[in-house]
């Protein structure tokens, strides 16, 4: 490790950071920013203000350096604004790297202000980008950080392709986990050799052929395993599942591209993972019920098998913030050298 990096963090208006209601790129900005603060980065984080004189609770952003920005516009100008206005305290700061978070034109708001520019991002098609000029503008605004960060691999190769801009310009730094949450001890199985097996469904369930694949599948692996029951889990309805998904032996997961990160949580937990190629439990590997089933079976006929697969938080680890934070430490050294 080289001297410590001087990082500031800075996100969307939408959302203040550390607060409950915040989403997934607010989070995101906090748990790395703490893995970097903890690895001896000197880290500052720029946030949209509450409207509110509500304090900020208890939690991970409170061990953060933290400037909170009143923002008055709406979005999409409201990141621009919180942008501008966040160059008077950044040209003080004077980071080494202005890490940005799914605000798309914040490299151009903050031309002239010291420090690499990257950004992060976990979707590619903006608001408006589908008029020509319109995605015209937003091309050159990406041109304008030093680095693009998608947080997989999909959204690397789509995103290439949709803004028309070499892959060399992309590199994939995940959306972290924290696996603490869902890690199993070290012997990987926890079922005993007589007891259920629980599979499970990770996601919505609304197409009935999806649905009939899936009950086939079912039938066919309770031939050979009559102990075995179905659970669902869908994720999409607003309630936290994942209490639900800890007691999951195995878990078929349709759509491998969008539910990356959720593999890496189930596999941190224990859990075998079984995924589609393309989106679609009737496209892909396994693409219907007897494809799904043979894959189960395989997985529920060798315990030891379903232990030795279940035993993969080693899988996982390159997900934890502590890994992501190493990644994005050697993205920055490389620009800054």
Not at 31 to 52: F, K, M, N, P, Y
Not at 53 to 64: H, M, S
Not at 150 to 162: I, K, Q
Not at 271 to 281: E, I, K, N, Q
Request: hydrophobic share 45%.
């Amino acid at each position: 490790m080289g001297r410590p990096v001087r990082i500031a963090h800075i996100g969307p208006a939408a959302l203040p950071v550390g607060y409950a209601f915040g989403a997934a790129v607010e989070r995101r900005m906090i748990d790395l920013a703490v893995a970097q603060q903890e690895r001896g980065d000197d880290v500052l984080v720029i946030s949209a203000a509450l409207r509110t004189a509500e304090p900020r609770p208890p939690g991970p952003a409170r061990e953060l350096r933290v400037i909170d920005i009143a923002c008055r516009l709406e979005q999409p100008l409201g990141d621009m604004e919180l942008a501008l206005r966040a160059r008077a305290p950044l040209f003080v700061f004077d980071a080494d790297v202005i890490h940005v978070h799914n605000s798309f034109t914040a490299a151009v708001c903050l031309a002239g202000v010291g420090g690499a520019k990257v950004l992060s991002f976990d979707h590619f098609m903006f608001r408006g980008s589908e008029r020509p000029l319109v995605k015209a503008v937003y091309r050159r605004a990406l041109r304008s950080f030093d680095l693009l960060m998608p947080t997989s691999e999909f959204s690397a190769r789509a995103a290439a392709e949709y803004w028309s801009m070499p892959l060399t310009h992309y590199r994939v730094l995940h959306s972290g986990v924290n696996v603490e949450r869902f890690y199993c001890d070290d012997t990987g199985g926890r079922r005993t050799p007589d007891g259920q097996l629980v599979i499970g469904y990770l996601g919505p369930l609304d197409d009935q052929a999806e649905a009939e694949i899936l009950r086939g599948a079912l039938q066919l692996v309770k031939t050979m395993h009559p102990q075995a029951t179905l659970v669902v889990a869908d994720p999409t309805v607003g309630v936290d599942v994942w209490d639900m998904v800890r007691s999951f032996d195995v878990c078929v997961i349709a759509n491998r591209q969008e539910r990356e990160i959720a593999a890496a949580q189930l596999l941190s937990a224990g859990t075998s993972v079984v995924c589609c190629d393309r989106g679609s439990l009737r496209g892909g590997s396994p693409g219907d019920a007897a494809a799904l089933a043979e894959e189960l079976i395989a997985l529920c006929d060798e315990r030891s098998c379903l232990a030795r697969v279940a035993a993969a938080p080693a899988e996982a680890r390159p997900f934890t913030w502590d890994a992501v934070a190493e990644q994005a430490d050697g993205f920055y050294r490389e620009l800054l050298s």
